[in-house]
T-cell receptor
Framework: SAVISQKPSRDICQRGTSLTIQCQVDSQVTMMFWYRQQPGQSLTLIATANQGSEATYESGFVIDKFPISRPNLTFSTLTVSNMSPEDSSIYLC??????????FGPGTRLLVL | ELKVEQNPLFLSMQEEKNYTIYCNYSTTSDRLYWYRQDPGKSLESLFVLLSNGAVKQEGRLMASLDTKARLSTLHITAAVHDLSATYFCAVGNYGQNFVFGPGTRLSVLP
């Protein structure tokens, strides 16, 4: 398994600002992902965070809006840029553990006013 | 495009009763995962099903996978209040995109 922490755990932000979310894992992992969960909804993958290269984004998500960094095998950041109320969600990072499953961090609850 | 459906989406059940949650998916996959999410919390991994016919049990929960029917079930035996949560199934490989079902919100009533 893997132990994952995220910062901040929650935040309230103003429209037009940006927020950077950090994800830290207790061991080196190859696969790291960022998901969004809108209120009362399921999870949707934003992007795969690749170590040493650009993230791979899913349809409907773009780098200008959700820039991602992955400087090493235990850490990643997701920035939500130029926020609007529609960005209010829970943002979760996850890691894929070889031959197991994906383990999820505790999430960052974002409210945009 | 892979799609994952769950049935039912909402379930209220009385304690000590049995029930089954169904998870259907649209394309071939031999890997299926069940998660639990409590309100305001993250996702907790419950079961990893990696082959046709796989069956796993933990306490009052039992999950199975039929890859030919593209169906997984999560069976609840003698429900207790502590099982109240939202249950998600997901299809994919640990190293790739997981496609999640919509979730089944379970409420166990005394």
């Amino acid at each position: 398994s893997a132990v994952i922490s995220q910062k901040p755990s929650r935040d309230i932000c103003q429209r037009g600002t940006s927020l950077t979310i950090q994800c830290q894992v207790d061991s080196q992992v190859t696969m790291m992902f960022w998901y969004r969960q809108q209120p009362g909804q399921s999870l949707t993958l934003i992007a795969t965070a690749n170590q040493g290269s650009e993230a791979t984004y899913e349809s409907g998500f773009v780098i200008d809006k959700f820039p991602i960094s992955r400087p090493n095998l235990t850490f990643s950041t997701l920035t939500v840029s130029n926020m609007s109320p529609e960005d209010s969600s829970i943002y979760l990072c996850s890691v894929g553990v070889f031959l197991e499953t994906q383990y999820f961090g505790p999430g960052t609850r974002l409210l945009v006013l | 495009e892979l799609k994952v459906e769950q049935n039912p989406l909402f379930l209220s059940m009385q304690e000590e009763k049995n029930y089954t949650i169904y998870c259907n998916y649209s394309t071939t996959s031999d890997r299926l995962y069940w998660y639990r999410q409590d309100p305001g919390k993250s996702l907790e991994s419950l079961f990893v099903l990696l082959s046709n016919g796989a069956v796993k049990q933990e306490g009052r929960l039992m999950a199975s996978l039929d890859t030919k029917a593209r169906l997984s079930t999560l069976h609840i035996t003698a429900a207790v209040h502590d099982l109240s949560a939202t249950y998600f199934c997901a299809v994919g490989n640990y190293g790739q995109n997981f496609v999640f079902g919509p979730g089944t919100r379970l409420s166990v009533l005394p």
